[in-house]
C-alpha cells in the first residue's frame, strides 16, 4: 500500500464553502441551497457547494458574451494560443492538488486522475492551443455573370459561434471539461461549464488556474446545480450559441431538443454507447482475456467508449469465460488514494443503485453470471467486476448502456453473424476488432457502424483523431480538425469590383 497524503491546500479547497466561478471570482450567492458530496470510496461527506441560483446563472452568460465581444475577442489567435498553453502549464504544476480533488470526489483512482484528468486533459488543450493560428476561411473562383466587366470575388471566413454551454458528466470531469471548453476559447468562442451535480469541484479550481494563466475574466466560467435546473437554464439562455453535451442518451436527447427549440442553437452531442468488440477465431482466448479487460474495466467501465457487448466465436467462449472468471477474481478492489490500487468504486450511489439493477434483473432472467454479480462487502460505492454469458443479443445487458464493470458475452457462427450482431445497437460510439488478419480487419471496418473501430485495441483516443459518434450515440465530432466546424459559424463574403 502506498497511501497518498492529503494536500493542505487539498483541504482548504474542500472546506471551504464553493459555488460558482464567474468572471474570474468565486461567487456564492445563497447559503442554504448546497450540493453535498460525498466521498465514493467512503461515503463520508467532504464538501458543500453553493447551487447557482437563476442570477447567478445569467451574471455566468452575460459575463462570458461581455467577453466574447469584448476581452477575448481583443486577444490575437496567437496570443489564445499561448494563453491556453500557459493554463496547461499550470495543470501540470498543480497536478497532484487537481488529481486529489478529482479522486476524493469521484473515486478514480489517483493514477487515472493524474493520468487522464491532469496529463490527458493538458495534451488536449496543448492540441487546440496548437489551432489558434490555424483556422482559416478561403478564396473562392465565383462564377456570376459578368455584364459590364465587373468581376466577382469570394471568401469565407471563419467565426467564432460565441458563448457555448459546456454540459459535463462526473466519469472525467476535467478531461471532458477541456474538450469542451478548450476548442472553444482555441476558436475565440467564450464558455460557462456547468458540470455534474456530483463532481463540482474540480472545474472551480481549474476556472482559478485560467486566471492565473492570464485569461481575461468571463472568458471561462462555471456554474452548478442539478442539470434539470441549471442545465436547463443554460441550454435554454438566450445568449447562448452552442450547446456541447457529454452524457447520457435520454438527456442528450433532452438538451438536443431543448436548444433546438430555444433558437436553433448548435448543438454537439456525445452520449456514450453499448460498445461492442468483436474476436476473430484467430485471437488465442489468452489475448481475447485480455482485450476484455482492456476493453471494459478501466476505471471500473464508467468511459464512454468501453465495451460492454463482447462476441467471441462459438468454439472458445467457454474456454474464454473460464479463463475471465479467473482473471476478474484478481481486480480487488482498492482505496482510490492507494497508488497501487488497480480497481475502485463507482462514482456515485445512485448509479452504484442503478447498476445493482441491471444485476438483479439479470439474475431474475437466469443469466449464468462467470464472476461478480454484486458489490462488494465494504463501505463505499464497490462494485465486483461482472462477467456473464448472455442468451441472446436481446438481454438488457446487451442493449442498455451499463456503465460499469461488466462485459456480456455471446457466441457466434460466422462472420457475417458477427457482424450484424455488433451492429445491432441503436448505439454507433465505438468498436473494437480483435484478429491477426488484417485483410480481414481491413474489409470489416467499414462494414462496422460506430464512430470509432479500433483494431486489437480499445478506448484509446488521441487529440488529433476526431471522435464521436454515429446513430443514438450523438451528433458531431470533437478533437482532430473536426472540432472548427462546431465552434466557428462559415461567413460567405462576396466583392464586386
Ligand atoms: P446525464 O446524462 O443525466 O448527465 C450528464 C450531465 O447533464 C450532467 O452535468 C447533468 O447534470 C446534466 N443534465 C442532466 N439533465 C439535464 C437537463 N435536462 N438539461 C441540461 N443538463 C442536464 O448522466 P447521468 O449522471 O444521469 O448518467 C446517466 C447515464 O448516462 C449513465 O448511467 C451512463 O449510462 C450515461 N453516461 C454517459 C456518459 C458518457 O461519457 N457518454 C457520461 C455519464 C453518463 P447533473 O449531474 O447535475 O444532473
Redesign the pocket.
Known amino acids: 500500500m502506498v497511501e497518498v497524503s492529503i494536500l493542505p491546500q487539498v483541504r482548504d479547497f474542500m472546506n471551504r464553502l464553493n459555488g460558482q466561478f464567474i468572471n474570474g471570482k468565486t461567487v456564492v450567492s445563497q447559503q442554504d441551497e448546497v450540493i453535498t458530496i460525498t466521498n465514493p470510496a467512503t461515503d463520508e461527506v467532504i464538501a458543500h457547494v453553493a447551487t447557482a441560483t437563476s442570477g447567478d446563472i445569467d451574471y455566468a452568460v452575460d459575463s462570458a458574451h461581455r467577453a466574447f465581444h469584448g476581452g477575448w475577442a481583443n486577444v490575437s489567435p496567437a496570443q489564445r494560443g499561448l494563453l491556453l498553453n500557459r493554463l496547461a502549464d499550470l495543470m501540470i504544476a498543480h497536478r497532484e492538488e487537481l488529481a486529489q480533488i478529482e479522486t476524493l470526489t469521484s473515486g478514480k483512482l489517483i493514477t487515472l486522475s493524474r493520468a487522464f484528468e491532469v496529463d490527458y486533459a493538458v495534451s488536449f488543450l496543448r492540441y487546440y492551443a496548437g489551432w489558434t493560428t490555424r483556422i482559416e476561411g478561403k478564396t473562392v473562383a465565383l462564377s456570376l455573370p459578368s455584364a459590364n466587366g465587373e468581376k466577382y470575388t469570394g471568401l469565407t471566413l471563419r467565426e467564432p459561434l460565441g458563448v457555448v454551454a459546456g ?6 470531469s476535467i478531461m ?1 471539461a477541456v474538450w469542451k471548453f478548450g476548442s472553444a476559447l482555441a476558436c475565440g468562442c467564450t464558455a460557462v461549464i ?5 463532481t463540482p469541484l474540480t472545474m472551480l479550481r481549474v476556472a482559478e488556474l485560467v486566471i492565473e494563466a492570464g485569461i481575461p475574466p468571463g472568458v471561462l466560467n462555471v456554474v452548478n ?4 435546473q ?3 437554464a ?2 435554454t439562455h438566450p445568449k447562448i450559441a452552442k450547446v456541447t ?8 436527447a ?2 438536443g431538443t ?1 436548444a433546438l427549440q430555444s433558437g436553433f442553437k448548435r448543438v454537439t452531442l ?4 453499448k460498445n461492442a468488440a468483436g474476436f476473430l477465431p484467430d485471437v488465442s482466448p489468452e489475448k481475447t482475456v485480455e482485450g476484455i479487460i482492456e476493453a471494459g474495466f478501466l476505471n471500473s467501465g ?3 467508449a468501453s465495451a460492454e457487448r463482447y462476441y467471441v466465436h462459438r468454439s472458445l467462449i467457454n474456454n474464454v469465460a473460464e479463463q475471465l472468471g479467473k482473471r476478474l477474481a484478481t481486480l480487488t478492489p482498492g482505496d482510490p488514494m492507494d497508488d497501487e490500487s488497480r480497481f475502485g468504486p463507482l462514482a456515485n450511489r ?2 452504484f443503485n ?1 447498476v445493482i439493477g441491471y444485476f438483479t434483473r439479470a439474475r431474475d432472467q437466469n443469466l449464468t453470471f462467470i464472476h461478480g454479480g454484486g458489490a462488494f462487502d465494504l463501505p463505499g460505492c464497490y462494485i465486483q467486476p461482472t462477467a456473464v454469458l448472455a442468451r441472446s443479443e436481446n438481454d438488457e445487458l446487451m442493449r442498455q ?3 460499469g464493470p461488466v462485459a456480456s458475452l455471446l457466441a457466434y457462427d460466422s462472420v457475417d453473424e458477427l457482424v450484424t450482431l455488433m451492429n445491432d445497437s441503436p448505439y454507433g ?1 465505438a468498436a473494437s476488432l480483435w484478429t491477426n488478419n488484417l485483410s480481414q480487419a481491413l474489409r470489416l471496418i467499414p462494414r462496422v457502424e460506430a464512430g470509432t473501430v479500433w483494431v486489437n485495441m480499445h478506448n484509446y483516443i488521441d487529440p488529433a483523431m476526431p471522435f464521436g459518434g454515429t446513430k443514438g450515440s450523438g451528433i458531431g465530432r470533437e478533437f482532430g480538425s473536426a472540432f472548427i466546424d462546431h465552434f466557428t459559424e462559415i461567413k460567405s463574403v462576396i466583392m464586386r469590383y
Open positions: 454540459i459535463v458528466p462526473w466519469n472525467f471532458i456547468k458540470p455534474s451535480e456530483v446545480g442539478p442539470g434539470q441549471v442545465g436547463h443554460l441550454t453535451f457529454t452524457g447520457g442518451m435520454e438527456t442528450g433532452i438538451i431543448a456525445e452520449l456514450g454507447g464508467q468511459v464512454c445512485s448509479h442503478k448502456e451499463v456503465f460510439l
